[in-house]
């Protein structure tokens, strides 16, 4: 008897296992409803919107959102299109809407044209791609694609005219849906860039330009060719004739700063070994250090030739006559005694 009790109980206690295991597993296997999904295909599907949908989860019953975008999906409409496909019972957690989302693959303006520019380089005279400026013919901030398109882009079609900078470049992509890449068209202008020392404002001629005068700007190469120079070469250098506010500097538009100008008086220094003198005179030209410049000798009313070597002085390059010795003396310089044997 005590054995009959024993197997009876067992059994009980199985059934009783075997009862609450088929519970569990029917509340798990119940469908529920998610309150938000991602989908990357135009349509989405009852496996998509709830969990254990079973055989009707491949059944398409509304369009996707746009891609990139998220759409709302109201509880109710959901549950009605779900009946319809004899779903039921669906546990909708309380949810008042599902949110659903379009995956995509985001290609922006900057990415794009550092492709065009990749493909340019170096082709028909252009330059490193760095140094390519990309304008698009129609305005492109973003462009949104299947995020089945995982591939790169490659170029299959490129044509650049260098008369006018103007490109037309196919780009093929390949996705993990169809064997065939997806094919986009590119059309728009490339030039070569490079810094330039752009003017802050305008500036007449003879000017010393100072560092708040000039900004650095990237402009085409062939507006500024080669004579291109650097920002740190303008500030202190005089300008050869006058400018306006914007334009980009040259080399031939610079100059060393003049140390003596026309009609100014300057000091003449004539220098031997064993003697300095120096005396009064006008320049007859402009000049900056280094340059060969007419003076008059505002003493002996001669006109001398020298070498400008600082603000308003010239030294005087050829020896001078007593004359003009003598004229230089009353601003002479006391010199060695065996100077003035020689004098």
Known sequence: MVRSILIAATLA??????????SAQDELSSPVLRASVTVSSDVVRIGDLIDNAGTAAQIAVFRAPDLGTTGSLPVSQLLSALRAHQVIGVDTRDLREVSVTRSSRLLVSKDIELQVARVLERRNGLGDAANISVTFERDLRELQLDSAHTGDMRAAVVRYDPRNGRFDIT??????????????????????????????????????LKASDVIVERRPKAEVGNEVVLRER???MQVRKQMRAGQALKAADLGKPDLVSRDQAVTLIYEVPGL???????????????????????QSKRTVQGIVVGPGQVSIMAPISRLTTAALAPAATPAAPESRKAE
């Open 276 to 298: 300095y003198l120096t005396g009064r005179g006008k320049a007859v030209d402009s000049g900056t250090e280094g340059d060969v410049v007419n003076v008059v000798n505002l």
């Open 234 to 236: 303008t500030v202190g």
């Open 171 to 208: 780009f093929e992509i390949a996705n993990d849906v169809t064997y065939s890449p997806t094919k986009l068209r590119f059309t728009g202008t490339a030039v070569e860039t490079v810094e330039a020392a752009v003017l802050v404002r305008s500036v007449e001629r003879n000017e010393i």
């Open 13 to 22: 206690a199985g059934m009783h296992g075997a009862a609450f295991a088929q």
